[in-house]
């Protein structure tokens, strides 16, 4: 049953983040972490605000190697900053566009004791800075002594593995989901068109108990959708369509993400062969992702059971992905990718095939990697196509 | 009546776009303009998707200083692109770490008649690059003979001014807002939760037809909310709060943001004096807000209104802010602002006034400026606070 009140994480989880990130900065030769994303804000310090949204003031957090994080916010947000763990919080009078807290970090970075004389920050792989990149200029500028080097790395092997908390959000976000997907067939029927579904579809999340509903893609062609990006158009579903769900829909931050299809009326033969084998490729790359593997080796797996071969399998580029507070999150299920799977790692296992030019058949599941191997998340995709009538 | 179809731009629209934003470069002597956010990338090409929310595959136009727009996007997105207006259209499979689009952004730009060497990029004021910006220096690092330039300015003159088109796909995010707080005293009670309220007032902004609803602040407390930019907690409201409730919804990309007050049973003399205050002074900045005069100009008048000085006034630090794409653009209606307001702006006037030590009252409208002064876009809220029992 839901129940409003599970919302946020006591302190100590977001101490274990800090102690684990603090670890990280020591093997990495880096005396801080500076914070400007929402996603990693909110990772170490757990505020929960839509006010990100403009982009007039940002926010900043910075991680030292040792002692307890800095919040550098606008004095708009100090009140529900004080309501979190944070003790360390410095604000400025903003909207002030000569000095949008730039002074302030620079004078923290600098306060921070100098070991290595480098600050990681989000420069690269997957992240997004939260503060525009002349600021950042500036306060590279501003720094004597002190390198703001990439951080993306170390971001990322923090987050990537999660603890029993988070994963425990995601399966909430997951099971919201997983009710309205099996309500579809009660409430879609032939002639809906995909915009009025995926209207229904979100009011049936925000029933549930859903937080915010990133993504959210309906698409629907004749045996399947020739692209899977989309926003919704006005065309009614019809005999003969396979129809794509798929949702990155949030609790408390946290994503869920997976898809799912709908047989609209009648399928080919050629549907429902290809929707077998990708099935059972799902299930392959489920069973390979344990702990040890490389994503490259899962990659590898599904795409040995959906070929005879591993290349141009894939038009997507790659089938699976880390999750978290991110829809999609490092490492990428590629062949390329080494990312070594431990314990901890939620994973979406992707695979998919345009079994005929411009039809594409996706089924996506969710794992939590464990000692034993890869747990489900997601209530497993039915191997028969669920029809709409 | 809500209909569907009302989604999307005629061709016409972005090219008129193409066209103001060539004769801003030719001013400020860019050879071209290279955007990657979403919202820049979507006032240009229209397309509409939630899949930007992944961070592994970024997308790119390019803008050059005559001629049509070129799209760099992974493979995945092509299949969009291609229904929209857009005819050069380059891709490359994604993800590829090594080089996700920089080799074809770069020579996108070497290939750029050369007149003037520089090219404007989202890099200051009120922008988010969506690229890593380890991608961003490795751009900058392999092009040679062209500068990368800050165009801000550009971005903001260019969008600050609000098509016909625009502005009625704000004026229908407002109505879609406006029924929703029309009901409010219909469908909350004494005793509801801050998040009951939140997602009550959320499926009610869905069936309405709203888009997105990046922002949606519920907050109260005794005599007016101590802040304004949290997430909801379980708190019940009770008698004597002001309840506050502001959005940020989104039709078809396009922003509203305004706030409504609800007095919950009683109400102190002190708040009603400051309520009726902060509506008369929302009054003088919607007066103030007439073609030739600063953003500054409407900030001074409404601080006259609210006090006999100037002076922190405004824990928020201005009292409004340009809306469209995103929730809040520029200009910053704060006194240092000396953006000229000119036709086609679309701002919001939200004066505040923290009347007691954290009891807050904020009054928000949104008007287009026109050839004869502001006219409204919100339905200006009611000068006795609507009850709720």
């Known amino acids: 049953?839901?129940?409003?009140?599970?919302?946020?994480?006591?302190?100590?989880?977001?101490?274990?983040?800090?102690?684990?990130?603090?670890?990280?900065?020591?093997?990495?030769c880096m005396d801080g972490l500076l914070l400007t994303s929402m996603d990693n804000i909110r990772y170490f310090v757990g505020v929960d605000s839509t006010f990100w949204e403009s982009y007039t003031r940002p926010w900043f957090v910075l991680v030292p190697a040792a002692g307890d994080p800095i919040a550098i916010i606008p004095e708009i947000g100090r009140a529900i900053i004080e309501q979190t763990w944070m003790k360390e919080i410095r604000s400025w009078p903003s909207p002030r566009p000569e000095d949008e807290g730039t002074s302030l970090v620079v004078s923290a970075i600098s306060d921070l004791p100098r070991r290595h004389g480098r600050v990681g920050a989000e420069l690269g792989m997957e992240l997004r800075l939260g503060i525009p990149v002349s600021q950042l200029n500036a306060i590279i500028g501003e720094l004597i002594g002190?390198?703001?080097?990439?951080?993306?790395?170390?971001?990322?092997?923090?987050?990537?593995?999660?603890?029993?908390?988070?994963?425990?959000?995601?399966?909430?976000?997951?099971?919201i989901a997983g009710a309205v997907y099996d309500e579809v067939p009660e409430f879609v029927r032939i002639g809906?068109?995909?915009?009025?579904?995926?209207?229904?579809?979100?009011?049936?999340?925000?029933?549930?108990?859903?937080?915010?509903?990133?993504?959210?893609?309906?698409?629907?062609?004749?045996?399947?959708?020739f692209e899977i990006t989309g926003g919704p158009r006005e065309r009614p579903i019809a005999d003969g369509d396979l129809l794509f769900i798929d949702t990155g829909t949030t609790f408390d931050g946290y994503f869920c993400d997976y898809d799912r299809n709908f047989q609209v009326g009648s399928a080919t033969d050629a549907l429902l062969f290809a929707h077998e084998r990708v099935w059972d490729a799902n299930e392959v790359g489920i069973k390979a992702?344990?702990?040890?593997?490389?994503?490259?080796?899962?990659?590898?797996?599904?795409?040995?059971?959906?070929?005879?071969?591993?290349?141009?399998?894939?038009?997507?580029g790659r089938m699976g992905h880390g999750l978290g507070l991110r829809v999609t999150e490092p490492p990428s299920v590629r062949l390329e990718d080494q990312t070594v799977l431990e314990p901890g790692m939620v994973m979406c296992i992707e695979p998919a095939l345009e079994y005929e030019p411009g039809k594409i058949v996706l089924h996506e599941e969710t794992v939590v990697i464990t000692e034993d191997g890869a747990q489900l998340l997601t209530p497993r995709a039915p191997k028969q196509l669920p029809p709409i009538r």
């Open 289 to 316: 992702a344990k702990p040890g593997v490389t994503a490259g080796y899962v990659f590898e797996q599904m795409a040995k059971a959906l070929s005879s071969g591993v290349v141009d399998l894939n038009s997507n």
């Open 1 to 28: 049953m839901y129940q409003e009140t599970d919302h946020g994480f006591p302190a100590t989880e977001f101490q274990a983040r800090v102690a684990r990130a603090q670890e990280l900065m020591a093997k990495h």
């Open 192 to 225: 809906d068109s995909e915009r009025k579904i995926l209207r229904e579809f979100r009011a049936r999340l925000n029933a549930g108990g859903a937080g915010a509903v990133p993504t959210l893609i309906c698409r629907s062609d004749v045996g399947g959708p």
């Open 146 to 175: 002190v390198e703001i080097v990439d951080g993306a790395l170390l971001i990322w092997l923090l987050r990537m593995i999660k603890s029993p908390a988070e994963v425990k959000k995601i399966k909430r976000a997951i099971d």
